[in-house]
């Protein structure tokens, strides 16, 4: 089966900076679609950043320049850094793999969570 674990999640303060890691388990990893969601309280899981297998990268708008998104297939870790963090980037984040196939499937780990103090 397929396991995300992810790590890192904490309270950081109001302009700084931390690293998320996600290590994942029971599929080839090189081959698929990599990303990170986040969810706030009421609101709706919302991308953040992803890496396709080839090493695209899209990031959402509301974390371009602040967010990098890295993986290394060797060791089945994706990582997220986030730096100038507001209190709008408090939420939960996710790990996702992302299987294109009929139909596609979606994988996720349990949460870490992220509490950006004001």
């Known amino acids: 089966q397929v396991q995300l674990v992810e790590s890192g999640g904490g309270l950081v303060q109001l302009g700084g900076s931390l690293r998320l890691f996600c290590a994942a388990s029971?599929?080839?990893?090189?081959?698929?679609?990599m990303g990170w969601y986040r969810q706030a309280p009421g609101k709706e899981r919302e991308l953040v950043a992803s890496?396709?297998?080839?090493?695209?990268?899209n990031y959402a708008d509301s974390v371009q320049g602040r967010a990098t998104i890295s993986r290394d297939n060797a060791k089945n870790t994706l990582d997220l850094q986030m730096n100038s963090l507001e209190p709008e980037d408090t939420a939960v984040y996710y790990c996702?793999?992302?299987?294109?196939?009929?139909?596609?499937?979606?994988?996720w780990g349990q949460g870490t969570q992220v509490t950006v103090s004001s």
């Open positions: 890496i396709s297998s080839r090493g695209d990268i």
């Open positions: 996702n793999l992302k299987q294109v196939a009929i139909p596609p499937r979606n994988y």
């Open positions: 029971g599929r080839r990893f090189s081959i698929y679609t």
